[in-house]
């Protein structure tokens, strides 16, 4: 029988996007159902009754929750083909540290820094880059946060890049003068179709962003 697969999500979230890369590489077929999160489905409120939050990859009838646990769920059940994490105990530590860090850093302050204005926007920016920062000191001369080979850190940080115009433009800075190796890595990411198919446009995220900052008056 084959796994029946169906990922609910939103078109914007970065987490959602990770589990696009992480299924195009393993080459899963799955459904698509894109959720609005003003009004959830009852399928998303039955298969996340806890949080009510995208993304849920629902696998044969049962759901997974949390992209990093849905990622390296993907990764155990369909190990055959594509490792995203490192067989090595020590490495495999290593990279969901830096996929922790990703989302306790890189998320809030970046969702701030599009998202507010004057010193709150100021400080939202510095903790942003400062962040930035950490990551590409992590990545040093290499290729990709692994080594030579796309893989786990990897796919958690760059659905980010959809975001990093919004970032720049709300914030009044440059990535490619603040960050410039992140720019080359991301470069290098956006040639694997996964990963390109799988991420939002960069203008119409920023238009969104645009639109939430009208309806809360932040303009």
Known sequence: MADEVVLLSFWLSPFGMRI???????????????????????????????HKKVPVLIHNGKPICESL?????????WKETCPLLPS????????????????KKIFDSG????????????AAKKELIESLKVLEGELGE???????????????????????????????FSMEVECPKLIGWAERCLEK???????????????????????????
């Open 142 to 172: 290499k290729p990709y946060f692994g080594g030579e080979k796309f893989g786990f850190v990897d796919l958690c940080l760059i659905p980010f890049y959809t975001w990093f115009y919004s970032y720049e433009t709300f914030g009044s």
């Open 88 to 103: 090595d105990p020590y490495h495999r530590a290593e990279a969901k540290f830096w996929a922790d860090f990703i989302d």
């Open 20 to 50: 696009k890369i992480a299924l195009a590489e393993k080459g899963i077929n799955y459904d698509y159902k894109e959720e609005n999160l003003q009004d959830k489905s009852p399928l998303l409120l039955k298969m996340n009754p806890v």
């Open 111 to 122: 969702r701030k820094t599009c998202m507010s204005k004057g010193e709150e926007t100021e």
């Open 69 to 77: 646990i849905i990622v390296q769920y993907i990764d155990e059940v």
């Open 193 to 219: 179709e996964s990963v390109s198919n799988s991420l939002a446009d960069q203008q119409k995220v920023y238009q969104f962003f645009g639109q939430m900052r009208k309806m809360y008056g932040i303009e």
